[in-house]
């Protein structure tokens, strides 16, 4: 081999191989176009090693292979350094996937629960059957507002916390069963609207509406999300399209995966509003603004960044979240 006339034939080659293994993202064709190079680039550098040995020409493409290799199997670093990734990228990515889903589950709740109320509301029996009159007549007067302060802040934010991130965290990892999802929304339809009922049967609606409005905007929409994100899982098992049944649970379960644990955060906030703001004497314009806020700032977040995120190329993936991996798609 000539290893002058070699190199004079694909310097131009390695050239364009190195300068896309320096780019910090890529698009879709210059991605296929470095994997197509790097290829190239392997057999070229084993037939000058298979007939010069070492060279100074070999050393550096081995280099530049070196670098276009790192930019899709990533390179070990600090995990920390991946976590603004995950709430920037990755979170919102895969929360936008279900924003029409958590749509859909939120108006069948809000169906089903104002139905229950109506019904429960006009037929005496059916509220006889919740309770004796004096234990309705409790519950409407007192241990309804009562719930919110009965415990102190911190510890009451702790409990629904908790309860409320568990519920989530359910929704996803048993939402392959089909019904255990469908279960949790009839079912938390059910209570909201006969606790409605009861509420209004004693004239008590505006504390029913007052009360609820600040943590659960919020908290509502995210066990709205879960409902959702568990309602996904169950149909990647049903209608896997071009994938594999099992490939379509563990991209899909992965990408839910991320949720439930971005679905904590969210909890975590809408249990500080309930134990911190629920219960205050405060004007209930500012009580049930503060809510509207996390709600407004959650709905963005969602659905305005994840939208970004998305169209970025991010799916949401925690596979994808290894420590320094870098991506070779558009950022």
């Known amino acids: ?54 060279t100074l020409e070999g050393d550096r493409l081995s280099v530049g292979l070196s670098r276009a290799r790192l930019r899709f199997t990533g390179v070990s670093a600090n995990v920390l350094a991946q976590i603004p990734r ?26 089903v629960a104002g139905l229950y109320a109506v019904w429960a509301y006009n037929n005496p029996e059916v509220l006889a059957n919740l309770g004796t009159e004096a234990q309705l007549a409790q519950l409407a007067n007192e241990d309804f507002v009562g719930y919110y302060s009965a415990n102190p802040a911190a510890s009451f934010t702790g409990f629904v916390w908790t309860n409320n991130a568990w519920i989530a965290a359910q929704c996803i990892a048993f939402g392959i069963t089909g019904v255990y999802v469908p279960f949790i929304i009839l079912q938390n339809a059910m209570s909201i609207g ?35 994100g568990g309602l996904l899982i169950f149909w990647a098992w049903i209608a896997p399209g071009a994938r594999t049944r099992g490939q379509a649970l563990a991209e899909d379960g992965r990408a839910l995966f991320t949720v439930a644990i971005g679905l904590v955060f969210v909890l975590l906030v809408s249990g500080i509003i309930e134990g911190f703001v629920t219960s205050q004497p405060w004007p209930w314009p500012i009580k049930i603004g503060i809510g509207a806020i996390a709600l407004g700032a959650f709905l963005t977040y969602m659905i305005v960044l994840g939208g970004r995120a998305t169209r970025a190329g991010e799916t949401g993936d925690l596979s994808e979240f290894e420590a320094g991996s870098t991506r070779i798609y558009a950022a």
């Open 1 to 54: 081999m000539d290893l002058d006339a070699y190199t004079a034939a694909h310097r131009a080659d390695w050239d364009r191989l190195t300068e896309l293994g320096a780019r910090r993202a890529l698009n879709g064709a210059e991605a296929d176009e470095l994997i197509e190079r790097y290829q190239a680039g392997a057999t070229q550098l084993s037939a000058i090693k298979s007939t010069a040995g070492s």
């Open 194 to 228: 006969t606790t409605a009922a009861i509420m209004f049967a004693y004239d008590k609606g505006d504390v029913f509406f007052l009360y609820i409005a600040p943590h659960g905007l919020l908290e509502l929409t995210a066990i709205f999300v879960a409902a959702a």
């Open 86 to 111: 995950f709430f920037v990228a990755q979170l919102p990515a895969a929360l936008y996937r279900l924003r029409w889903l958590t749509l859909a589950v939120a108006a069948v709740t809000f169906l």
